[in-house]
């Protein structure tokens, strides 16, 4: 496969203040599939997930004609209630209890052996979201092996960047990964900053190229010392962001691993975050006539930066 995504699958039910509800509604790693298959068809998803994961995934993947691995470890696929409140605050709560909700994540956690039947020479990237508490993270270097022309994007997840205990050791991985990603509250956390212009400043230090996400304002691309930046598009249509970062994420690690120039790179994350945004939950199918629109779009983006940085 060029293309894999490991992650977490759950399930979540919607309850907005107006009394509107959405039920069985798919979330976690499939909106990084989503914002993948909007640009290329050979992908592939492994992770752990619960006896009823074909229940709810199923449709997704077969429509999307994306191959699959999972363990099904778990009794049920993790799931939460969602209650949005006139304020926009929510309370998010596991249907199955707390107990339940421990024990699915310390059952979730993949190792290299997931990747073994999809890696190969024509792997161009593995997108991972994971843990330092995931064994995945400590087998960079195998997967690097496994794929000797495929590169490693890593979403670090949000408990992770705000604790200041893994600050170090998530520094240290990020030197083993390709890519890394994430959004600026959690660069805000990471790095005690408070401002955009602070977290780049951090993040240039680093010296691996980010995909920093600045939510609906845009997203920067920060490569080989300099900082790109494409605001969002299709704001006026969101009608879920969740999931947004994945997605565009996911995007981003296509146009990196295949050497696109940023702006093409930060186009592709931006339009597969716009597609994600028009619904809750993921884009549910990729079809010809959506690649062609998505095709047609990114090309128009990138014609209007190139006259832009003409005129200037």
Known sequence: MEYIVAGYNMLNDLNFADGRKIKNELGGSVFSLAGIKLWRDSLAYVGIAGKDFLDYYGEFLLENQIAFYVEERLSHTLYYVLDYFADGSFRETCLYGEDYEEEAYDNSKYDASFFTQ??????????????????????????????????????????????????????????????????????????????????????????????????????????????????????EECVGETGCGNCSTAAALIGLAECKSPIEILAMANISAAYNAKQYGPWKRTDEKTRMEAEALKAKIMAKNQKNAQDE
């Open 118 to 235: 999809f890696c190969n020479e024509e792997t161009k990237g593995i997108y991972l979201e994971a843990s330092l508490d995931t064994q995945i993270v400590y087998e960079f270097d195998t997967l690097k092996k496994m794929m000797p022309n495929g590169k490693i994007m890593w979403e670090i997840v949000t408990s992770d960047l705000h604790n200041p205990e893994r600050k170090d050791k998530i520094i240290e991985l990020i030197g083993r990964v390709d890519y890394y990603s994430m959004n600026f509250n959690e660069a805000k956390a990471f790095f005690s900053v408070d401002t955009e212009a602070e977290a780049i400043s951090e993040l240039l230090k680093i010296k691996k190229p980010c995909f920093f996400r600045v939510g609906e304002k845009g997203a920067y691309l920060i490569q080989d010392g300099s900082v790109t930046f494409l605001a969002a598009i299709g704001t």
